[in-house]
């Protein structure tokens, strides 16, 4: 990792994967950094307030400096505010957890959520992560807007999500992607059984309008004793019909008012800038 700039984002990124905190050791040792590069550089980070120490020669954990940040942007750019209601009428019709991710570049992070489950078990990850776009209900249903191509490049390069880390029915191969995705073409929507987390069931529909590539995805996500392949068919129709409504919605969002997808340029999705 060369780079003042790579170090500082690599610590920042592995402190955020790691809640409990790291010694400045362990992360200079999973980042391949010297020590006393990574000594220096956590000493500036916490002193802007990124990072704090939880005591004297201990663990080095992040601060909220960079959440309050990015619920700001968020607050600011509006995607929230547009969203929420519909997430939430869609999970008072699933009674599961229901996700709402934006396409960034080649990111597909999960952004604002809403809550069905009122008792039993209940499947509610924390935000702001990516998705694993081999093995995720997210994943694959931008992936299924794409060409084969574009989809397998994403995946190749993000790596594929393997089973002893997701779910047990984790595709292995990037031949296995292609197939869920072409699956999810016809379908509609994509569809995932314990693919992404062992014991839960998933499904997403593209959030775009007409013409235009995908913006993000809404998903519903539940426990596989529950939230059954039967149930999720049943589901389809509501799925896509909030998604298309999402889509329409964020006309309202300066987030995506900025950012107007154009596909018909040599195949590829390229973003077009809005003044």
């Known amino acids: 990792m060369n780079g003042v700039l790579d170090r500082t984002l690599g610590i920042l990124e592995l402190l955020a994967q790691h809640g409990h905190g790291l010694e400045m050791a362990a992360i200079a040792d999973q980042l391949n950094i010297p020590r006393s590069g990574v000594h220096r550089l956590l000493t500036d980070l916490v002193r802007c307030g990124y990072v704090r120490q939880t005591r004297d020669h201990g663990e080095y954990v992040l601060t909220t400096k960079l959440v309050a940040m990015g619920l700001s942007y968020l607050s600011n750019s509006g995607i929230v505010d547009v969203a929420q209601p519909l997430l939430d009428r869609l999970a008072e019709l699933s009674g599961e957890l229901v996700r709402l991710s934006v396409i960034d570049g080649d990111r597909l992070t999960w952004v604002a959520r809403a809550q069905g489950a009122r008792q039993g078990l209940r499947y509610d990850p924390d935000m702001g992560s990516d998705a694993r776009l081999s093995c995720s209900a997210s994943g694959h249903a931008w992936l299924m807007t794409l060409s084969d191509e574009q989809a397998l490049a994403l995946v190749a390069q993000q790596g594929l999500g393997q089973s002893s880390d997701y779910g047990p029915n984790a595709p292995g191969s990037l031949q296995e992607v292609l197939q869920c995705v072409q699956a999810a073409r016809e379908r509609g ?62 006309r309202a969002s300066p987030f995506f008012n900025k950012r107007l997808p154009d596909v018909t340029r040599n195949g590829m999705a390229q973003p077009i800038y809005a003044p």
Request: hydrophobic share 50%.
């Open 189 to 250: 929507y994509s569809l995932t059984v314990e693919t992404f987390t062992a014991g839960l069931n998933a499904m997403g529909a593209p959030v775009r309008l007409a013409g235009q590539s995908a913006m993000g995805v809404v998903t519903i996500a539940g426990p596989s004793a529950r939230f059954t392949e039967e149930k999720m068919q049943a589901m389809a129709p509501e799925l896509v019909s909030m998604a298309g409504q999402l889509a329409a919605a964020s």
